[in-house]
């Protein structure tokens, strides 16, 4: 057996995995058909308010918010790039012309509160993460826009180029929680390589 190999992480309860996929998928909702119906902050409120509950119960509290802030920066520098060049576009929520609506960024958030929780299988799995991203990016960007929250002038060229990014996007964010779960917490002795 090799000894260099990092062991699995320990299986989370079935409970706190199902309830960090229960409370995305709320906070989902709560964003998209918020921003569907002009309710957009109160949609976003909701899900900070899920965000809030995770992060307090989180086993690393920290190590969260540093993720779930890596994310929101990475995707909302993705998802205004794809409002910037028209590829989707919103509407409710923008408050800079180009750029993603706030509750993009909350959506977000609500995303990387699950890649130590309910996703923990996609991250030591690259190619999993990278064909789970192609394919559940585009699918939930096309449920939001069924929704009302955003819309595609062209569709089969924007879940084309979601499906790319989120190849990308979810392995890496993937790989990230991972890193930032198993890294030692400050006054936690730092582990011996021998």
């Given at each position: 057996?090799?000894?260099?190999?990092?062991?699995?992480?320990?299986?989370?309860?079935?409970?706190?995995?199902a309830a960090?996929?229960?409370?995305?998928?709320?906070?989902?909702?709560?964003?998209?058909?918020?921003?569907?119906?002009?309710?957009?902050?109160?949609?976003?409120?909701?899900?900070?308010?899920?965000l809030a509950?995770?992060?307090?119960?989180?086993?690393?509290?920290?190590?969260?918010?540093?993720?779930?802030?890596?994310?929101?920066?990475?995707?909302?520098?993705?998802?205004?790039?794809?409002?910037?060049?028209?590829?989707?576009?919103?509407?409710?929520?923008?408050?800079?012309?180009?750029?993603?609506?706030?509750?993009?960024?909350?959506?977000?958030?609500?995303?990387?509160?699950?890649?130590?929780?309910?996703?923990?299988?996609?991250?030591?799995?690259?190619?999993?993460?990278?064909?789970?991203?192609?394919?559940?990016?585009?699918?939930?960007?096309?449920?939001?826009?069924?929704?009302?929250?955003?819309?595609?002038?062209?569709?089969?060229?924007?879940?084309?180029?979601?499906?790319?990014?989120?190849?990308?996007?979810?392995?890496?964010?993937?790989h990230l929680?991972?890193?930032?779960?198993?890294?030692?917490?400050?006054?936690?002795?730092?582990?011996?390589?021998?």
């Amino acid at each position: 057996m090799d000894s260099s190999a990092t062991p699995a992480p320990p299986a989370l309860p079935l409970a706190r995995v199902a309830a960090n996929a229960v409370g995305f998928q709320i906070g989902w909702f709560a964003c998209v058909v918020g921003a569907a119906s002009g309710y957009a902050a109160w949609g976003a409120a909701i899900a900070v308010q899920l965000l809030a509950l995770h992060a307090a119960f989180a086993p690393r509290p920290a190590a969260e918010l540093r993720l779930m802030l890596a994310a929101v920066a990475v995707g909302m520098v993705w998802d205004s790039a794809l409002a910037a060049t028209g590829v989707v576009q919103y509407h409710a929520g923008v408050w800079l012309e180009g750029a993603a609506p706030y509750w993009i960024g909350v959506l977000w958030a609500l995303f990387a509160a699950t890649l130590n929780q309910s996703l923990r299988w996609l991250r030591r799995r690259p190619l999993l993460g990278l064909v789970f991203g192609a394919v559940g990016g585009p699918l939930s960007f096309w449920a939001g826009q069924r929704l009302g929250a955003a819309s595609f002038p062209n569709t089969p060229l924007a879940l084309a180029v979601l499906s790319v990014g989120w190849a990308l996007l979810m392995p890496a964010l993937a790989h990230l929680a991972c890193r930032l779960d198993e890294a030692p917490a400050a006054g936690e002795p730092q582990p011996s390589h021998a």
